[in-house]
């Protein structure tokens, strides 16, 4: 593909078409505008970095530390889709096969019903409604001897080297399994009631959550402050107030048993659809002679992509990033095989630098990439008709949706952008579309620069759009 293609079908990407046809005379960025900033808004204990290419010709236009190796947060995402549509492609879905351990007779499944995961991190409530429908369209009305997932495809490895241990239980760090539902995680909805001192309401996304809740939120006109705790049992412990003054107070937690999650809520799924289950929910590997019955596959990979990046969803990195481990050297996916194999993919693409990845989302505190990798990552992902659309495409877009939806309003349209964000750590790698006709692959990574960051992307990217 051609860049004049490459240009069309970007723009068409971009909400606001106001390109000038010429190219402007006077310089990219006003350099001595963001080294001033930077010297005036930098501490010995800060750092930062910067690296501004012309997405077409390669050229240089602003550089600053630029080979330098940072943490780069959630601008591992950039890494790890760039490596996974090229590796994968964009038309890969993850599977989840369902087997019984014996036939069907007179209706009634035999040997117990079989979940061999692969991975599929996009499995919801309503995918699970989908699936039971497909089980009962085999004539299935009941399931005698149980349920039983299959988690072998990846490791029992369920959180990165690096994660933060006080992450586990927030939603945007769940357990990262071969079988998952709903990204690991629920959503708690606790409203108060009309009478102080009365118990709060509980509702739980999805309804069908199978773990026991155990309610002692009270409502109170003090302040809400609410806390969740599992205990062994599979029960989850509500503790706290909710104030009257607010409608209702939401918790987004990861689940501490990603197997018994599935397989418990697929179980009342299927009751709520007419099929029976006799039998225990465990986890155990299918048997040679058990009978694969159907196979639900996921979206695109491209599709997929898009949802990880616009809303920064962890678990779909981490996914991805076992699944490759997995398919590319026949072992159970881990994160150490599956960041080999990007880290040496992405070597092949020109990416020179010391980067390392420990994980696919930016979880860990332990990856590592300079700004010029992260520009040459981009730059390929321009240039590369395989996967250039897909790609662009997954990133947020200023003013307009994703996790750029409330920033840049001024710039509204002209950068698609990945955000990343860890205590101390602030980054933000994408495309810039000039009113001069320029596009721009641009990196800006912080350690130890606080929200004064922020700024300085405004600064920056205002001078590459004018």
Sequence with gaps: MNSGRKTLILRALILLFAFLPAVSAHADVNRKKILSFISKNTSSKSKVGIMVRSADT?????????????????????????????????????????????????????????????????????????????????????????IYLDGSYFDDIYHGEGWDPEWFDKGFCPPVT??????????IRISASKVDGAPATVRTEPREFPFQIRNSVVTTRRKSGVTAKYTEQNKLR??????????????????????????????????????????????????????RIMTHYSEPLGTVIREYNKESVNIIGESIVKVIGAKFLRVPGSWKSGTYVMEEHLRTMGLNGNFSMADGSGLSRLNRVSPEDLTVALTKAYKDPDISEEFIASLPIAGVDGTLKKRFRKLKGRVYAKTGYLEGARSLSGYVFGKNGRVYVFSIISNGMGVKVKTLQNLLLRELVY
Excluded at 103 to 115: P, W
Excluded at 178 to 187: C, D, G, P, R, T
């Design 58 to 146: 390669d050229r240089t236009v602003f550089r600053y530390n630029s080979n330098k190796e940072f943490i780069p947060a959630s601008n591992n995402k950039v890494l790890s889709s760039v490596a996974a549509l090229s590796l994968l492609g964009k038309d890969f879905r993850f599977r989840t096969e369902f087997y019984l351990g014996g036939g069907i007779h007179s209706g009634v499944g035999h040997g117990g019903l079989y979940v061999k995961g692969y991975g599929d991190p996009t499995i919801d409530i309503s995918k699970l409604r989908e699936i039971a429908g497909k089980i009962k369209t085999l004539g299935i009305t009941r399931i005698d001897g149980g």
């Design 178 to 187: 071969a079988i998952s539902l709903n990204y690991n995680s629920v959503k």
């Design 238 to 291: 509500l503790l706290g107030y909710v104030s009257s003054r607010r409608k209702a107070e939401t918790l987004e937690l990861s689940v501490p048993d990603p197997f018994f999650y599935f397989g418990e809520t697929l179980k009342r799924v299927l009751e709520k659809d007419g099929i029976e289950v006799e039998g225990p929910v465990e986890r155990a590997r299918v048997p040679k002679w058990a009978g």
